[in-house]
């Protein structure tokens, strides 16, 4: 498995996410995400996505797969319909080595990260491959049902940018690396 980040937006409880959703909308997040995951050093390759069946169906259709990246659906489900060119994984490590194996990708690949729900985060958190995370920590409490789980036993804040200011939205764009 190769070294990945982590990309997410939480709440100060940790919450993600809400009856399927985000419970907020945050532009600049979005944009933040999009820059992020999609930029890479050699514009010839692409970074990977890795997200849970949950999270590739919360994706507004018009949006997925998302644009410019390699997208990777987690899903027990061998039979779950996705779209030509979106990868179907069976487990964490599957995402990881069936894509290298994959001739069209060859070489092409620059990073991946891992975007979520909480299931993939848990899972990909307890792997040392984890190495970065970017956060975004959004003010207050917005009554998730879904969680991130802890991280600041192992992990270092390493940058992290001025409050900002989104309507009544207050966030912070963080970023956290593995000490353990
Ligand atoms: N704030 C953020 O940054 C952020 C980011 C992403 C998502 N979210 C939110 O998180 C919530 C969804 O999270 P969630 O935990 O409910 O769902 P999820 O992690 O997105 O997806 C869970 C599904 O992934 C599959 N899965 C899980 N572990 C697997 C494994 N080891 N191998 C293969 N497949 C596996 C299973 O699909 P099958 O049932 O098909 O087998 C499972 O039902 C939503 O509210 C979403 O909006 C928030």
């Not at 933040?32 to 994706?59: C, Y």
């Not at 061998?78 to 194996?101: C, H, I, M, T």
Request: proline residues 5%; contains cysteine; hydrophobic residues 35%.
């Amino acid at each position: 498995m190769s070294d990945f980040s982590i990309i997410v937006a939480l709440d100060e409880q940790k919450g993600i996410g809400k009856d399927g959703g985000l419970p907020w909308h945050l532009k600049a997040d979005l944009q933040h995400f999009k820059t992020i995951t999609t930029k890479t050093a050699d514009p010839q390759q692409r970074n990977v996505v890795i997200m849970g069946r949950k999270t590739w169906e919360s994706l507004p259709e018009r949006f997925r797969p998302l644009p410019d990246r390699v997208n990777v659906v987690l899903t027990r489900d061998s039979n779950y319909p996705l779209p030509e060119g979106v990868f179907r994984a069976g487990s964490l490590d599957q995402a990881f080595s069936s894509l290298k194996g994959d001739t069209r990708l060859f070489g092409d690949i620059d990073s991946f990260f891992v975007i979520g729900g909480q299931q993939i985060f848990e899972e990909a958190m307890k792997r040392p491959q984890c190495q970065h995370l970017y956060c975004t920590h959004i003010e207050g409490d917005f009554q998730c049902d879904t969680f991130f789980p802890d991280f600041q036993q192992e992990f270092q804040l390493i940058e992290t940018s001025s409050k900002l200011q989104e309507g009544a939205l207050s966030y912070q764009f963080s970023q956290y690396k593995r000490t353990t």
